[in-house]
């Protein structure tokens, strides 16, 4: 009795997530991708990958430097 219950209550969620899914508005690949690039296009100047760090301090990943004793 405990696996049916189990598998109805798993069942339940199957259809609960379904229907939130089926309620979302669709939007065409090719509208999205033109949002996609006019916000890549507004943001180019916040981008580190693109226009690098104001100085090295403020680059995380900058290699450490390495301390050795004598």
Excluded: W
């Amino acid at each position: 009795m405990s696996m049916t219950m189990s598998s109805l209550q798993q069942q339940r969620r199957v259809v609960e997530q379904l229907r939130k899914e089926s309620a979302l508005k669709r939007v065409n690949v090719s509208v999205a991708i033109e949002d996609l690039k006019k916000y890549i296009a507004d943001h180019e100047n916040d981008d580190y990958l693109l226009v690098g760090f104001h100085s090295q301090k403020a680059n995380p990943f900058r290699e450490k430097s390495s301390c050795s004793l004598l």
